[in-house]
């Protein structure tokens, strides 16, 4: 059974950091790329960023690029992201992902084939 899990969100001031972690079960992690979305109230559901099997190549979204960063530990089955002088605006739930062997476009939610149960970020001003 597949399974994300995250860990992390919380409340953080304008500027301030946080770390959330995924921990993954029941697939080999190794093999897959893995993405991060996150949803604010009212929004779609929108791509922060993803990185392929080995933790070599990232893509993020222009919003959070240079203050965000992804990254993964395959012995671990975890993938992170940090995130750096957060703004109000960064307020969501964020959502661990897989991406699925098939998928083309790293923006696209509908490549995406497991995901976890969300974690709430809230950037106060």
């Known amino acids: 059974q597949v399974e994300l899990v995250e860990s992390g969100g919380g409340l953080v001031q304008t500027g301030g950091s946080l770390r959330l972690s995924c921990l993954a079960s029941g697939f080999r992690f190794s093999m897959y790329s893995m993405g991060w979305f996150r949803q604010a109230p009212g929004e779609e559901r929108e791509l922060v960023g993803s990185i392929n099997w080995s933790g070599e190549s990232t893509f993020y979204a222009s919003a959070v690029e240079g203050r965000f960063t992804i990254s993964r530990d395959n012995a671990k089955n975890a993938v992170y992201l940090q995130m750096n002088s957060l703004k109000p605006e960064d307020t969501a739930i964020y959502f661990c992902?897989?991406?699925?062997?098939?998928?083309?476009?790293?923006?696209?939610?509908?490549?995406?084939?497991?995901w976890g149960q969300g974690a709430q970020v809230t950037v106060s001003s």
């Open positions: 992902t897989r991406r699925s062997p098939a998928s083309r476009n790293p923006a696209n939610s509908g490549g995406y084939d497991a």
